[in-house]
Every structure is written in C-alpha cells, then in structure tokens.
C-alpha cells in the first residue's frame, strides 16, 4: 500500500526556480516577519513569488500580510490567489480563525497535501514559512523538497544561536544548501553572532535592526516596507537574488 | 475539481511503480479511498481516464471505498465520521485537507481535539496488476 500524493511532489515544483525555506531553531526570533518582507521585497524587484506557510499550528503570516478573504480557486488543483502580488497558500484558508491542533504525523499529512495539490505556476522562488525547530515539517521538508535551500533567522540572543548552530550543523549533516544566516532584531554592534556564523563556514547575510515600528504596521504592506525591517530585510533580498 | 490533483498523483505514482517493477502494461489499478477526504468518484475516476496513456492506457481501476473511523488519543473513544454533523464550509475545508478535521470535529464522548484518523482518510494505491516487460 502506497501513499500516491508524494509522486507528484517533484513535478508540482518544477515550474519553481527557488524554494527558500526560512527557518530557525528558535520560535519568537522573527521568521514569518523576515519571510513575509523577504517574499514582498523579491516581488516588488520583478520576481515571480509564491509563499507558504507552514507554521500549521500557529500561523501568522496572513495576519502580517493582510491577505484578505480570496480563497485558493479549484483548477484540477488548487492555485493559490495572488495576494499584494504574492501566491499566498496557507491552512488559514480552511481552519476560519480556529485553532488547529496537530500532532507531527498530522502536520506531515498537511504538508505532503498541501506540496501535492497546490498548483503554483511559474515561480523564480517559493518562499516556506517554517515553523520553528527540527521537527516534523522540517524533516518532511528535506525528505520531499529536493533543492530545497534554507535561510536561517536568528537573534543576537546567546540561546536563539544555540538552538540555531544545531539546525545548521543538521543542514549541513544533511548537505542541504544553505543561502545564509541573517541576525535579526540587532541593536548593539557586538559581532560574536557574525563570528560564530563565520567559524562554521556559512555565510552571515547581515543584520536587521530592532524596529519597534513593525509592529504598528502589520498589515499594512507599504507601512512594512517603509520600516527599517522593511529597508534591511530589501537589502538581505537583495543578497539573495545574487546567491548561486 | 481538487479531484483532478489527486489523480495525477495517481497516475504518477503508478507510473513510477511500473517503471520500476519492469511492466510494459498496466491491467489493473486498485486503489482505497477514504471517507473522510469526501472525494467525487465520478470526477476522480473521470480525471483518470483523461490522464490513463502510454503503459496505464487500458488499465481498469478498482475503488474500495473505507468508512473514516476516529480514535480519541485522550479517552480512548472510537466512532465513525458523521460528515452530516458539520456545515458545508466544514466539510469543504477537510476535503481540501482532511487535517482540519481537527479544527471541526472533537470527541463525542470527553469534547477532545485530539484524536487519530485510524482508517479512511483519503487515496491509497493497494496495487498494481500488469504484464512484465519480455
């Protein structure tokens, strides 16, 4: 007996060039904030950018990005709607507000689902929402996304990089492609995060700073990307246009 | 017409398996369905035979169709999925995905979220019959 949904994986992403998953071993340190930025940044330089948000139990990126009451539309599938110029899929379109108590191998049902159903057309990058850890999305993800490449948000925090130093050094165990590491919520200039990052041989992308503006513009996209999160979070997008 | 993606996971799937087992012609697909996902067996089987060519062109599909049965994981209660329970929206989101049925349905007996899908919760390939390669 076979699950057949995970055979048409592979061909459900080959119109995507990139699937960045934007990931972190820490919850709190700002994922869906960067991912969110980061997917609008790319498309407003011209890319086409698919999001999916796979933070199952505890989305947020629709209320970041406002994404409104459009539902994904059924064309032998289901293609996600463009949302401020992105693809915008998530379980929020089915669990009305709700909370959705999932355990691992639930989520994993979810996520195969979601990768072998959702129709995302032509797409420079697909940018992953991940929730944070190395549990069940995580490995899923690494065993059904080949190509995939990770973005790895962490804090200043000596506990966020502890957490953060044992999902690279799995990355690297796995020898997944990792497009760097990006410091978020920076506010002094101390550089022993840029050291670390360095020491293991990944590229350390930069900072953002801590903006306690954000948090008064969720939803609103321009307002977002007028911050200087919004400002940083451009440059680091930027720097992953030109990654290989 | 989410229907239509399932069967082209179908089609994928027992494409590769025949490749793999060396078929030159596949006879019969049989595949389990669960209650649960509510998928249309009309559209579903629709959509195979516009996707069936090359080695599943003339292959017959068999459909055995499982009741969703639920287990609660707190109290240990088990009952069938009763989808006349939930409203349209309801039923529709976990068609889409059957998960959210953990958003809808709790526990008759203790109201827990918390429950597993012990059978029936959507497509299954049992197996393939077919003629091996020379």
């Known amino acids: 007996m076979s699950d057949p949904r995970t055979a048409i994986i592979g061909e459900r992403l080959k119109t995507v060039k990139s699937v960045i998953a934007v990931s972190s071993g820490k919850g709190g340190v700002g994922k869906s904030f960067v991912a969110s930025v980061l997917a609008l940044s790319l498309a407003r330089k011209g890319c086409a950018v698919g999001f999916l948000d796979l933070d199952f139990t505890s989305p947020s990126s629709h209320v970041i990005l406002d994404v409104g009451k459009q539902l994904p539309k059924e064309e032998k599938g ?3 709607p463009i949302v401020h110029g992105l693809r915008y899929m998530s379980v929020v379109y089915y669990s009305a507000g709700r909370a959705t108590p999932l355990r691992g191998s639930e989520a994993t049902d979810v996520l195969v689902e979601l990768l072998a159903v959702t129709k ?3 797409l420079d990058y697909l940018v992953l929402d991940m929730p944070p850890g190395l549990g069940d999305v995580t490995l899923d993800l690494l065993r059904f996304v080949g190509g995939v490449k990770f973005l790895v948000v962490t804090t200043p925090s000596k506990l966020a990089f502890e957490t953060v130093r044992k999902l690279l050094d799995l990355l690297k165990e796995a020898k997944v492609a990792v497009l760097g590491v990006v410091e978020n919520m920076k506010a002094d200039d101390s550089t022993w995060i840029k050291g670390q990052v360095e020491r293991m041989g990944i590229p350390y992308l930069g900072t953002i700073p801590y903006d306690s503006k954000i948090e ?8 977002l990307l007028r911050t200087r999160f919004g400002e940083a979070t451009s440059e680091l997008s930027g720097k992953i246009e030109a990654s290989p | 017409m989410h229907e239509w993606a399932l069967a082209e996971a179908v089609v994928s799937a027992v ?3 025949a490749e793999k087992e060396g078929l030159r ?6 595949l389990k369905m669960g209650e649960l996902q509510q998928i249309d067996v009309g559209i579903f089987r629709f959509a195979l035979s516009q996707l069936f060519s090359g080695k599943l062109k003339d292959a017959k599909v068999h459909i055995s169709r499982t009741r969703a049965r639920l287990k609660c994981r707190k109290c240990g209660h ?3 999925f009763d989808k006349k329970k939930l409203d349209e929206s309801e039923r529709e989101a976990i068609h889409f995905v059957p998960e959210i049925a953990h958003v809808y349905v709790r526990c008759p007996s203790c109201r827990s979220p918390d429950f597993e899908v012990e059978r029936g919760r959507g497509v299954w390939i049992l197996s393939i ?6």
């Not at chain 2, 019959?129 to 020379?134: R, W, Y």
Request: hydrophobic content about 35%; cysteine-free; aromatic content about 6%.
């Open chain 1, 216 to 223: 008064e513009n969720i939803g609103d996209i321009e307002g």
């Open chain 2, 15 to 17: 494409s590769d398996t």
């Open chain 1, 78 to 80: 289901l293609v996600p």
């Open chain 2, 129 to 134: 019959e077919g003629e091996k390669e020379a």
């Open chain 2, 25 to 30: 012609k596949v006879s019969v697909v049989n």
């Open chain 2, 78 to 80: 088990a009952w069938s």
């Open chain 1, 120 to 122: 995302w057309g032509k």
